[in-house]
C-alpha cells in the first residue's frame, strides 16, 4: 500500500473486494450527487450479475437504480441523452463481450458530443462492464477488447487492479465531464481483499502506479495481469533480475511520463495483457518508447499476450491466459539479451 493510501485509511475503513470496492464507489457518489444514477440489465432488486450493485435500489429506489431490457445499444443511448441533459448515468453492461450492439453509441455519440456540438453539451457518463477472462464463462463472456476503446478520441479508458483504485477510479470517472470506459477486471473481482476508506476519495484518471520498484527491467500492464506480473517480478529478483512492475491503470490518456520515466531507468522492458497481441496496447507502448526513449533502449521489448485467436473455452482458457511463467520468460527474456 501506497503511503499515500495509507494517509486515507487512517480513518475508518473496510477490507473490500474489487466488485465490493465497486459497489462502495457507486453508493458513495450516488449520495453525493443526486445527478448520477445506475441503469443495466438486472442491476436493481437483482443487484446485478456480479452483485456489483446489489443493495442500491432499495437505498436509492427505481428512479435511479434502472432495471433495463436486453438492448445495449438502447442502454448506452437512453444514457448519451441523460447525458446531454445534466445526469450522470453508469450503465452497466453485464460483459464487455455484449457491448458491440452498442459500440455505435458509443464512438458515433458518446465520445463526439462535446466536439459536436463545440462544447454547448458534454457526456458525463460512465460504461461499467467486467471484462476479460479466467472465470470459465461461455462465449461473448471473456474478451479483452480494450483497444477499441482506447483507439477512438473523446473517451477515456480506466482499468483498476485492486480495491482501493477500484474505488477511487470510479469516482474520478464519474465526475468527469467527458464519457469513461472503466472495465473491470472480472477475474479478481474476489479474488484478495483491501483496506479502502469508508469516505469518499479519488484517485486521478491519467496516472499509472509503480507497484515494484526495480532497475533492471520495467514491465507494464494493468488490470487481472498486475498480479501475476508482480509475482513473477518477485520470482526473478531470486535470480537477481530486478524488475520494476507499473500498473498503467489508465489507458487513454496513457501516462507516457512514467512510461518513458522506468524505461530510461532500465532500458528494457515488457509489457503484458491478455488482449490478442496484434494491434494490442503493447504495441502502442512499444511505439511510444522508440520514438521517445529510443536511445535508452538496450534490448527488443518483449510482448506477453495473449494469442490471436478467438478466446477459446475452458480446457484451453488457462494457457491462453498470460501466467506468471510465461510472464517471467518474457521479462528474462528482455532481462539477459
Known amino acids: 500500500m501506497s503511503e499515500a493510501q495509507q494517509a486515507d485509511v487512517e480513518g475508518e475503513s473496510q477490507d473490500l473486494t474489487l466488485v465490493q470496492a465497486v459497489r462502495d464507489g457507486l453508493y458513495g457518489e450516488m449520495d453525493r450527487d443526486d445527478d448520477v444514477l445506475v441503469m443495466g440489465e438486472d442491476v436493481g432488486k437483482n443487484g446485478g450479475v456480479f452483485r456489483a450493485t446489489q443493495g442500491l435500489y432499495d437505498e436509492f429506489g427505481g428512479d435511479r437504480v434502472i432495471d433495463t431490457p436486453l438492448a445495449e445499444s438502447g442502454i448506452i443511448g437512453t444514457a448519451v441523452g ?51 477472462g479466467g472465470i470459465r464463462a461461455p462465449e461473448h463472456h471473456s474478451e479483452s477488447k480494450e483497444a477499441f476503446f482506447v483507439h477512438e478520441p473523446g473517451l477515456k479508458v480506466a482499468i483498476p487492479s485492486t480495491p482501493y483504485d477500484a474505488k477511487g477510479m470510479l469516482a474520478s470517472a464519474i465526475r468527469d465531464p467527458d464519457p469513461v470506459m472503466f472495465l473491470e477486471p472480472k477475474l479478481i473481482y474476489r479474488a484478495f481483499r483491501e483496506e479502502v476508506p469508508d469516505d469518499s476519495y479519488t484517485v486521478p484518471l491519467g496516472e499509472a502506479a509503480v507497484r515494484r520498484e526495480g532497475s533492471d527491467v520495467s514491465v507494464f500492464t494493468w488490470g487481472a495481469m498486475t498480479r501475476p506480473t508482480i509475482e513473477a517480478a518477485e520470482d526473478l529478483a531470486e535470480e537477481g533480475i530486478d524488475a520494476e512492475v507499473v500498473d498503467l491503470r489508465t489507458l487513454s490518456p496513457l501516462d507516457e511520463e512514467t512510461i518513458l520515466e522506468s524505461f530510461k531507468k532500465t532500458g528494457r522492458a515488457a509489457v503484458v495483457h491478455e488482449a490478442p497481441k496484434t494491434g494490442g496496447l503493447a504495441g502502442e507502448i512499444t511505439s511510444t518508447i522508440q520514438e521517445e526513449a529510443l536511445m535508452y533502449q538496450e534490448a527488443p521489448i518483449k510482448r506477453v499476450t495473449g494469442f490471436d485467436t478467438p478466446f477459446p473455452l475452458y480446457a484451453l482458457e488457462d494457457y491462453y491466459l498470460p501466467e506468471a511463467a510465461r510472464i517471467t520468460d518474457g521479462i528474462r527474456e528482455a532481462a539477459e539479451f
Open 82 to 132: 441523460m447525458s446531454a441533459y445534466g445526469l450522470r448515468p453508469v450503465p452497466e453492461i453485464q460483459f464487455l463481450g455484449f457491448i458491440y450492439p452498442g459500440f455505435d453509441q458509443i464512438v458515433s455519440h458518446a465520445a463526439r458530443l462535446r466536439t459536436r456540438s463545440r462544447g454547448r453539451y458534454t457526456c458525463p457518463m460512465v460504461i461499467r462492464a467486467p471484462y476479460g
